[in-house]
Structures are given as C-alpha cells and as structure tokens.
Nanobody
Framework: QVQLAESGGGSVQPGDSLRLSCAPS????????MGWFRQLTGKEREFIGV?????????YSDSVKGRFTISRDHGVKTTVYLQAASLKPEDTGVYYC???????????????????WGQGTQITVSS
C-alpha cells in the first residue's frame, strides 16, 4: 500500500508563495503520473495539474497556469512538489496530490483514475 505524505501548506498573504511536497512511502515508487487537485471552500475537488514520471510533460488548469509549477526530485522516493506562487484568496482550499500507477495520459483530469491520494494540506490566503 503506497502512502503519499503531503506537507507545506499554511496561511499566507495574497501574492505570497508556498511549496507543497508529496512524498511516496515506497522506496521505489514508480508512478506514471502525479496529479494535484484542490477543493476550494464550498466546491467540488478539481484538477489543477499533473506531471509524468520523467517530468517532461506537465499540464495545468487554466486557473493556475503561469502561477503554479510541478516538479520532482530524483531521489529514491521521488518527492513531487507543487510551487504555488502569486497566491490569491480564491486559491484557499485543501490541496491533494494523487499518484497513478498506470498510464493515464488520455484522462489525467479524472480523479477516479488515480490510485493513491495524499491526506491533503490546507492553503489559506488572506490579508
């Protein structure tokens, strides 16, 4: 059973940045895609970005494109990061990482295609 440990959320002011981390528990965790989702207050969970294993293909939702960046390290556990910049109050919500252990290139926005989820981390943006 793979577990994804998230960290890095917090309370910030508009315009600030945060970096979220998502660390798989397995030593050699060969996921195909790592996605990021968020659930804003009073709304359903939504897709915001995804990256493939090699890190050479990334896609973002229009709501975060140009402000958020997904990256990964190349360590044993392959931690994935979501750098969230120029944060706005409307970015306030719970952020989740999710790992897919099969190729979901054609359907990565669909949260049902992901096999494991992080516990979620809160980002609060307010002045």
């Amino acid at each position: 059973q793979v577990q994804l440990a998230e960290s890095g959320g917090g309370s910030v002011q508009p315009g600030d940045s945060l970096r979220l981390s998502c660390a798989p528990s397995e030593r050699t965790s060969l996921w195909f895609h790592m996605g990021w989702f968020r659930q804003l207050t009073g709304k359903e969970r939504e897709f915001i970005g995804v990256m493939n294993w090699r890190g050479d293909r990334k896609y973002y939702s229009d709501s975060v494109k140009g402000r958020f960046t997904i990256s990964r390290d190349h360590g044993v556990k392959t931690t994935v990061y979501l750098q969230a910049a120029s944060l706005k109050p409307e970015d306030t919500g719970v952020y989740y990482c999710a790992a897919a252990y099969s190729d979901i290139s054609s359907d990565f926005r669909n949260e049902r295609r992901y096999d494991y989820w992080g516990q979620g981390t809160q980002i609060t943006v307010s002045s």
